[in-house]
């Protein structure tokens, strides 16, 4: 699968435009998942000299990223979208925030046998809070 991640927030702690520190098991297991063979993609804000300061720090841990903000390493931004065709995107900004790296990958390895752990569940707590709510206010 190609899998979209960011950095500041999501592999390290929000100290843009330092490098915070590792959020614990992210760098872990963006190698595991390297090494599964999934393609990695790093998708953030930080552009020029702050980007590359992030690609550094990640290599520094053995993770080599398939391309930076852009599909593949030669897609050109100025002619290009900057939409990601990602399978899955990891993200601190993600709704209900981003979960703890074990589940994360349990996750991937569940959606590449067709199974989507984050639907499932997230479907399961909306069914939870509609019961309690009475009427239209179900969707608020």
């Not at 390297?34 to 000299?49: A, P």
């Not at 852009?70 to 709704?95: G, M, Q, W």
């Not at 399961?124 to 608020?140: A, C, I, M, P, S």
Request: proline share 4%; charged share 30%; with cysteine.
């Amino acid at each position: 699968m190609i899998i979209a991640v960011d950095f500041d927030g999501t592999i390290v702690e929000h100290k843009y435009p330092q490098i915070g520190k590792p959020i614990p098991f992210a760098l872990d297991t963006l190698k595991k998942l390297q090494e599964d063979g999934h393609r990695l993609i790093l998708w953030t804000v930080r552009e020029g000299e702050l980007l590359e300061e992030a690609i550094k720090y990640c290599a520094k841990f053995g993770i080599v990223f398939f391309a930076h903000n852009a599909n593949f390493p030669e897609e050109s931004r100025e002619k290009a979208a900057r939409k990601l065709t990602a399978d899955l995107f990891i993200d601190d900004r993600n709704v209900g925030g981003l979960p703890d790296w074990g589940v994360v990958y349990q996750a991937v390895r569940a959606r590449r046998k067709g199974v989507d752990l984050f639907r499932d569940f997230k479907l399961n707590d909306l069914e939870v809070q509609q019961e309690t709510k009475k009427g239209w206010r179900k969707f608020f």
